[in-house]
């Protein structure tokens, strides 16, 4: 394959070089992947499976994920199709793998309150629906703008800004009521 060219006008990487591309983008970015499979589940070992999954699905479009403008992009919006479209049964074996990558990931910190405020915050994140909680997460944790947000989200601007307000309004709610 070394050498084709494909119909974009690029070139065929053979697989030694398609999987070694890869690699080096996951040990680039696995910190940071893991940490958004974190935030997005709020479970280790839900995140692990959506890193897994999602990792497996970026690797058999590789050609087309590297050959992206933006390849982390590309990355997040599968992570969180992956998340939204996941499902598990009661009955389905849950595995326990253990990943050097989630065992080093703490609840995230906010700057500004103390850490136990802020683990707090975090706790009530977890608790929003999905799609709210993917905002949060992309628009705070991950610092993406709102049009970066509803690329990802697979939405528009507006329905990014309606998720983030109406998680922005929950979690003020929560959090005075369990100061209150």
């Known amino acids: 394959m070394d050498g084709i060219v494909d119909g974009q ?5 053979d697989d030694a070089e398609r999987r070694a ?13 893991a ?3 974190y935030l997005l589940t709020g ?16 690797y058999r479009h590789w ?4 050959g992206a403008e933006l390849p982390d992009a590309y990355v997040r919006r599968m992570m969180v199709n992956e998340n939204n479209s996941r499902w598990r ?5 849950r595995e326990s793998p253990s990943s050097h990558v989630l065992d080093v990931i703490d609840p995230p ?4 309150l103390d850490p136990t405020a802020s683990i707090d915050l975090w706790r009530h994140v977890q608790g929003l629906p999905t799609q709210q909680r993917a905002a949060v997460v992309l628009r705070y944790y991950e610092d993406l703008t709102e049009a970066q947000t509803a690329e990802v ?5 507006g329905t990014v800004k309606s998720h983030t307000s109406r998680a922005i309004s929950a979690l003020r709610t929560r959090m005075s009521e369990a100061t209150a």
């Open 9 to 13: 006008g690029t070139h065929d990487m």
């Open 21 to 33: 591309d890869f690699t080096a983008y996951v040990r680039a970015r696995e910190q940071s992947l």
């Open 35 to 37: 940490r958004l499979a």
């Open 43 to 58: 479970d280790r070992d839900a995140a692990e499976d959506l890193l897994q999954n999602s990792l497996a699905k970026v």
């Open 63 to 66: 050609d087309r994920v590297r």
């Open 89 to 93: 049964s009661l009955l389905r074996r």
């Open 109 to 112: 910190g906010v700057a500004g």
């Open 153 to 157: 989200l697979g939405c528009s601007v």
